[in-house]
Every structure is written in C-alpha cells, then in structure tokens.
C-alpha cells in the first residue's frame, strides 16, 4: 500500500522553525518527534528558513 505524503502549511513550517530554535536542549531528532515530522524535513526547513527567511520554506513546497 502506498504511503500518502503530509502536507505542511507554511505556517506550520515556520511555526516548526521557531520551535527548533527556541528549545536549543532538545536535539533536532526530539524536536522533530515533538511535532511530528520527519528529522531531515525539519532540517531543510531550518536550511531554507536560514538561507533566504520564510520566502524559502515556503518555496520549496511549491516546486
């Protein structure tokens, strides 16, 4: 059976970032367990948050 893919608001996103940075003793692997996403997805949305703001997380869902 195939697994269907969760879609994210860019508010959700965002929201997710700001979680991540505001809890620095928690690792990205709790953190991303905390709000149900994937390690390697929050990742990506803190890299593209940190490389041009939020224009880019939500940018990168609409490619």
């Known amino acids: ?3 269907k893919r969760k879609t994210f608001t860019d508010e959700f996103k965002q929201d997710a970032v700001q979680f991540l940075t505001n809890h620095p003793e928690m690792t990205v692997i709790e953190c991303a ?5 994937g390690r390697s997805t929050l990742e ?3 890299a ?3 490389r041009s703001g939020l224009s880019a997380v939500t940018a ?4």
């Open 60 to 63: 990168h869902n609409n490619a």
């Open 48 to 50: 593209d948050f940190n």
């Open 33 to 37: 367990e905390t709000l149900g996403v």
């Open 44 to 46: 990506r949305w803190r």
């Open 1 to 3: 059976m195939a697994k």
